[in-house]
């Protein structure tokens, strides 16, 4: 019997991909009436962990549709009482995104006005370098009030700690927080040189300075899971802060805790969060708050989104379109069928291994029954990943199965 294996092993970022798929809609009642020329209505439009999903799919609407929605149902202009915001994780996903490294996404963005957008953990997938290129073509920022540069303890350039927003005579405070699971969520080298504070001290130190820049609404955009958002609460009431948004475990959920509205969306753009407040600009206070979740529902495209959209497809047709083979039937992106296919062709490839192990959080959609494009591989398995060839002992390996692992072999 042998003890020493040939192992290749590809470290993938872990993610949850728990979705609740039902709508809430949750709010604390008005305490009282102020004269209505200080009552001013603020509705945040939410989403998060959007991964590059602007094309419609058999799972997604798609951006275009999401678009038309907001201004057909939630009656959405520039010029109204709108914040549209992102919790991160913005464009690692399908080839149409991650192909172009987010550009495609930050053009899409751009056209459907977010105002900001919080930085996750997949914005480093392609190095900071090129998190760079992209925040120097977003018409928004991207915030995080919680990393620092090791070297010199300062928020580092790419990352904008809050802003401050007029939206219908209020001025609201958007502070952006990042998962601390970063280091081992994102490609370890492309964040070496930073760290990422624990979110209460990161607001303990900035809420200040929002309200000295003279906001008078406070709300966290963050790439924080749900349960993570929740436990921020207490803190949140001290410091002032009325909405959370959360993200990074796509989960679907939103509710009011003592008063704070904490809002996550899911994913891929399937459904988004809505916050509506009634602000009083003389009592400088919170009047009410409704919380919800809604769906992104098949119906008419937005003809701008939908247009840069298309000529992102036209790109990648000619770029990944070519047939390499065909299903019958899909292989669902959580099943056997898709962890063999992957881990297997490993070892068909490299002949001198025994395992193969991967992070199944790193197989990132299905294949869908029909022909399969070299754009669908890349769908698959869109991260700029190197395999390693390792030669582990059997203790050692099987010390290395654990968690969220699958095996080939």
């Not at 207490?234 to 003592?258: N, Q």
């Not at 959209?309 to 899909?330: A, F, H, K, M, P």
């Not at 992106?333 to 199944?360: K, Q």
Request: charged letters at 20%.
């Amino acid at each position: 019997m042998r003890h020493i294996f040939k192992i290749k092993i590809l470290f993938l970022p872990a993610l949850l991909t728990f979705f609740l798929l039902h709508c809430q809609n949750r709010s604390i009642p008005t305490e009282a009436i102020p004269p209505a020329e200080t009552a001013r209505q603020v509705v945040i439009l939410y989403t998060n962990d959007e991964h590059g999903w602007m094309e419609e799919s058999a799972t997604s609407a798609g951006a275009a549709a999401l678009m038309y929605q907001w201004k057909q149902e939630e009656n959405y202009t520039p010029e109204g009482p709108f914040l549209i915001l992102s919790g991160g994780d913005m464009w690692t996903g399908p080839a149409i995104s991650t192909w172009y490294r987010g550009k495609p996404m930050v053009e899409v963005m751009n056209a459907m006005n977010y105002r900001a957008a919080a930085i996750g953990n997949h914005e480093f997938d392609f190095t900071v370098q090129v998190l760079r290129q992209r925040l120097a073509e977003a018409d928004f920022p991207f915030l995080s009030a919680n990393i620092r540069q090791k070297s010199s303890g300062q928020i580092p350039d790419f990352a904008t700690p809050y802003v401050v927003e007029e939206v219908n005579g209020v001025k609201v405070g958007l502070i952006g927080l990042t998962t601390t699971s970063t280091p081992t969520s994102a490609f370890p080298e492309y964040v070496a040189d930073y760290d990422f504070l624990d979110y209460r001290t990161a607001l303990q130190e900035v809420v200040p300075e929002v309200k000295a820049d003279s906001a008078e609404l406070l709300v966290v955009v963050g790439h924080i899971p749900y349960e993570e958002a929740v436990s921020l609460v207490p803190v949140a009431r001290t410091l002032g802060i009325s909405v959370i948004g959360a993200g990074h475990d796509h989960l679907r959920d939103s509710g009011i805790y003592s008063g704070v509205a904490v809002v996550e969306s899911g994913s891929f753009l399937r459904a988004y969060g809505k916050v509506d407040i009634s602000f009083d600009t003389a009592a400088d206070t919170v009047i009410s708050i409704q919380v919800g979740t809604y769906d992104n529902k098949d119906g008419p495209p937005d003809a701008e989104v939908a247009v840069i959209v298309g000529r992102w497809q036209s790109l990648l047709r000619d770029t990944l379109g070519e047939v390499i083979g065909y299903v019958q039937n899909e292989i669902p992106r959580n099943s056997d069928e898709m962890y063999n296919l992957v881990t297997d062709s490993w070892l068909h490839t490299f002949t001198g291994a025994d395992v193969s192990l991967t992070n199944r959080g790193g197989i990132r959609q299905s294949i869908p029954a029909g022909e399969i494009t070299l754009a669908t591989i890349v769908g698959v398995l869109p991260f700029e990943n190197s395999i390693l060839r390792l030669r582990l002992t059997g203790k050692e390996l099987e010390n290395c199965i654990i968690g969220d692992i699958i095996v080939g072999g």
